[in-house]
């Protein structure tokens, strides 16, 4: 099955270092995987300013 040698290069890489996997997992967990704060969208949401549809037209 062909590779790139991108793959290869970082499969390789993975392999000698095995911390940057794990790293990168806990990193993920506290970026991504996380519960949504419901109160700060609503927030984020009621903040917003509507858009004029072409914003650089003058008034």
Do not use: A, C
């Amino acid at each position: 099955m062909y590779q790139s040698d991108f793959t290869k290069f970082i499969n390789g890489f993975l392999d000698q270092h095995p911390e940057v996997d794990s790293e990168r997992r806990e990193l993920r967990l506290t970026l991504w995987d996380r519960q949504p704060n419901l109160d700060d969208r609503r927030r984020w949401d009621e903040s917003r300013v509507p858009q004029k549809p072409y914003v650089y037209q003058p008034e």
